[in-house]
């Protein structure tokens, strides 16, 4: 069975850090491209910050570039989304999203509040 499920989210106040996981199983993680994509209420789905097969390349949007840092453990099947110096716009419900080839896998994602 084919499977992201992703952890690590809460409430945190403004300026706190927070440390998203996504856990793969039911496929190679290892030759899946890797994103994590977050969606505000109301509001449509924002690609957050990607990364290669290798994690030699990265990406993230201006908003986050310098507070997030993405990461991935392919022994471990694992992607990581570090988020530092975080602010109440961050707030939404982050997905992580495999892709190979244009087959598309996502999780059910994880609530991250940021609020005082």
């Known amino acids: 069975q084919v499977q992201l499920l992703e952890s690590g989210g809460g409430l945190v106040q403004p300026g706190g850090s927070l440390r998203l996981s996504c856990a793969a199983s039911?496929?190679?993680?290892?030759?899946?491209?890797m994103s994590w994509v977050r969606q505000a209420p109301g509001k449509g789905p924002e690609w957050v910050s990607s990364i290669n097969t290798s994690g030699g390349w990265t990406y993230y949007i201006d908003s986050v570039r310098g507070r997030f840092t993405i990461s991935r453990d392919n022994a471990k099947n694992t992607l990581y989304l570090q988020m530092n110096s975080l602010k109440p716009e961050d707030t939404a419900l982050y997905y992580c999203?495999?892709?190979?080839?244009?087959?598309?896998?996502w999780g059910q994602g994880t609530q991250v509040t940021v609020s005082s």
């Open positions: 999203e495999g892709d190979y080839s244009g087959s598309a896998v």
């Open positions: 039911g496929f190679t993680f290892s030759t899946y491209a």
